[in-house]
């Protein structure tokens, strides 16, 4: 069964300090791997997007790594900031799948001053 | 910054009615989505809309649930005889072309819905 599977499932920081989420999938033939951030009651935003043969991708402080042999993927946050807690979900999609997105259950993030 | 949106954004519903679940998706984009989520579970996904047909639909999109493109702006998700456990906050999605690797979809913010 195609799935996604994320830790931890919630995450206390100080702002100013690094974080990394983990992602682990199961979803074949592989497409790509997106990272999205959803704040409470909105949808989703994108954050990265990364096929098989893309290793790491950065967008500003977040960093996505991606290795399709293991099926794992991170997500490095750096300096944190007040403005960072939300939920980081995983989300993969198949090939051939019609745009389908599968997500993963995220990891709450709460940076604290 | 164009962006997808949804009305309403709360709706409050008898067990057995049916609700219309509307969102204009970002102008030209082609490809149109709809999900769920459950309080404190994952987003899932329920269909995928192009060239006014469905393109792809999960177990969960069954004779209850339909979708319209009615005119050329809006996008509809219909539940007939709503139950308890279709209350879960909607999103509706669109993306510029057919999905491929690196094709974005773009949420909106979502309508709860809560059949009581």
């Known amino acids: ?40 009651g909105r949808g989703p935003v994108s954050l990265t997007i990364m096929t098989f043969s893309e290793n790491t991708k950065s967008n500003g402080r977040y960093t996505a790594t991606l290795d399709a042999d293991t099926k794992q993927s991170s997500l490095h946050i750096t300096a944190s900031q007040l403005s960072d807690s939300a939920s980081y979900i995983c989300v993969v999609s198949g090939r051939n799948q019609g745009g389908k997105l599968i997500f993963g259950q995220g990891t709450e993030l709460s940076v604290k001053p | 910054e164009p962006e997808v949106t949804q009305t309403p954004s709360h709706q409050v519903t008898q067990m057995g009615q049916e609700v219309i679940l509307r969102c204009v998706p970002i102008s030209n984009h082609l490809y149109f989505y709809w999900y769920r989520q459950i309080l404190g579970q994952k987003v899932e996904f329920l269909v995928s809309f192009y060239n006014n047909e469905i393109s792809e639909k999960s177990e969960i999109f069954d004779d209850q649930f339909s979708v319209e493109r009615p005119d050329g702006s809006n996008f509809t998700l219909k539940i007939r005889s709503t139950k308890l456990e279709d209350s879960a906050m909607y999103f509706c999605a669109s993306s510029p072309s057919v999905p491929t690797s690196y094709t974005e979809q773009f949420f909106g913010p979502g309508t709860r819905l809560t059949v009581l």
Not at chain 1, 11 to 40: A, H
């Open chain 1, 1 to 40: 069964k195609n799935q996604v599977e994320q830790s931890p499932q919630s995450l206390i920081i100080l702002e100013g300090k690094n974080c990394t989420l983990q992602c682990n999938y199961t979803v074949s033939p592989f497409s790509n791997l997106r990272w999205y951030k959803q704040d409470t």
